[in-house]
């Protein structure tokens, strides 16, 4: 294709940046970048009621985050009124729309619908047909002076040089209306290409209820952005080979509309996560520790005691476990606190044994002479303990960790009470003995 392609991306800042209208950029992006040519963004403003500054910043935010970058624009449909007007009026001079007075004396533009039948050859879909007789003349310029959606995207379009129009098929009912209106003004029409709606996993339209819909709030628990762009690159295109994890290279490499997918596709958040754990355990933790540390701070944990070695062996630690720096956070809390809360079954399971109570009490004697805390002086002193004691380290690995952690999983033991350092290894040691495990007087809480 050659290098004239030009394709854009117009959301309305209505609200957040939907995970639809961003599989929508991308495949937008993918292709432009593909064609080598040129990605425009509009915001199409002109529902005065409803948009906000706050929503298009959001979505500036949310294209940015994503690495989705425009080679035009930001337009702003609400700066360009004069034109549809303009253009609004030509159509009534040539006698192909007509003002259309209201009760109040006000008076709006509808355009003449002709009879007839229209057909698109759909990029994805093939031919669509559509009878315009069913169709009624429709307004184009409402009576406060803004265009209707079908006549400012045509106008827009039209004079922005738009050749591709890749959108989601929610749009196909608009397209005759859209290419009535290129006829009237004599415009060349634009190549259509409508993408399948994306499913929640129960099949039906994704919405609030499956969870997450806004790139805002997948940025906000912790996904990567290039994962998510991976991700979405996927729901309904395929780069062949059963290949999933690809570079933003590879993807412009790949991308082409003969292989986007004629059904809807299915949102489904454990790929999501696996995916995005993929892409965690391949991103180096040099680079994945700032981006904890943003994290963390963003919840509420004060990192401005944490020394950089400590948090890069945090993340080293626990880098092929987490998939998402939420679940990082929910797995590493109890080491940025000074009291835990422990899981209950843990501690039924592991503290409340007849016996475990003594065994704490030997291991805290066992490390709390240590001075250099250390992996290699914890794991010596503790394997010791183990043969005088003459059991299995398993018996001791287990309460110690709960007690510890208030988890019955978590990294290394060895590892994990040397980042959490003497001071509260023995201190949590201590209260679970005298709390939390069996004594052959009442247990307390």
């Known amino acids: 294709m050659s290098s004239h392609v030009k394709v854009r991306f117009a959301p309305s800042p209505t609200g ?5 209208g961003a599989r929508t950029a991308l ?4 292709f432009a970048r593909h064609n080598k040519g040129v990605f425009l963004l509009r915001i199409e403003d002109t529902d005065q009621q409803r948009s906000t500054e706050e929503a298009t910043q959001a979505i500036l935010d949310s294209m940015k985050w994503l690495g989705l970058d425009w080679d035009e624009g930001p337009y702003f449909q609400s700066q360009r009124l004069p034109a549809y007007k303009q253009y609004a009026e030509k159509l009534v001079a040539e006698g192909k ?3 259309d007075t209201d009760a109040e004396g006000r008076k709006a533009i509808r355009f003449k619908m002709l009879d007839g039948m229209t057909e698109i050859n759909d990029l994805i879909h093939g031919i669509i047909t559509f009878d315009t007789s069913l169709i009624e003349d429709f307004v184009i310029l409402k009576a406060d002076g803004f265009p209707t959606y079908n006549f400012a995207c045509v106008v827009d379009d039209a004079e922005m040089g738009i050749t591709h129009i890749i959108r989601g098929d929610d749009h196909i009912s608009n397209t005759p209306k859209q290419i009535a209106l290129y006829k009237a003004f004599g415009f060349k029409t634009p190549e259509f290409a409508h993408i399948p709606m994306i499913l929640g996993e129960d099949g039906s339209r994704l919405s609030k209820r499956h969870g997450a819909t806004s790139v805002t709030e997948y940025r906000d628990k912790g996904y990567l952005p290039h994962a998510l ?4 690159a996927l729901l309904g295109w395929s780069p062949g ?3 999933e994890i690809l570079s933003i290279p590879e993807m412009i490499e790949k991308f082409t509309l003969k292989r986007a997918n004629k059904t809807s596709a ?3 958040n454990t790929k999501l996560d696996w995916m995005n754990g993929q892409y965690i355990k391949n991103t180096p933790v040099e680079r994945l520790a700032p981006e904890t540390k943003r994290f963390f701070e963003k919840a509420g944990i004060d990192m401005a005691k944490i020394a950089e070695g400590w948090l890069f062996d945090l993340v080293e630690l626990y880098h092929d476990r987490f998939k998402t720096f939420q679940d990082f ?5 109890f080491f940025f606190t000074d009291t835990i809360e422990y899981d209950q079954a843990a501690v039924t399971k592991f503290l ?6 003594e065994l704490l009490r030997e291991v805290y004697a066992a490390v709390s002479p240590i001075d250099n805390f250390d992996k290699k002086n914890i794991e010596d002193s503790l394997r010791n303990l183990t043969e005088k004691l003459g059991v299995g380290f398993s018996k001791l690995a287990q309460p110690m960790r709960v007690a510890i952690t208030g988890k019955s999983v978590s990294a290394g033991i060895f590892e994990t009470m040397e980042l959490l350092g003497k001071e509260k290894t023995t201190k949590r040691l201590d209260y679970a003995m005298k709390n939390l495990c069996a004594t052959s007087e009442t247990i307390q809480f």
Do not use: C, M, P
């Open 16 to 20: 957040y940046l939907h995970i639809g």
């Open 27 to 30: 495949f937008n992006w993918l």
């Open 97 to 99: 729309a007509f003002y």
């Open 229 to 232: 762009v991976n991700f979405l």
């Open 241 to 243: 080979n059963d290949v």
């Open 266 to 268: 299915q949102f489904n």
């Open 329 to 333: 956070l929910n797995q590493t809390r």
């Open 352 to 357: 409340k044994r007849e016996g475990v109570g």
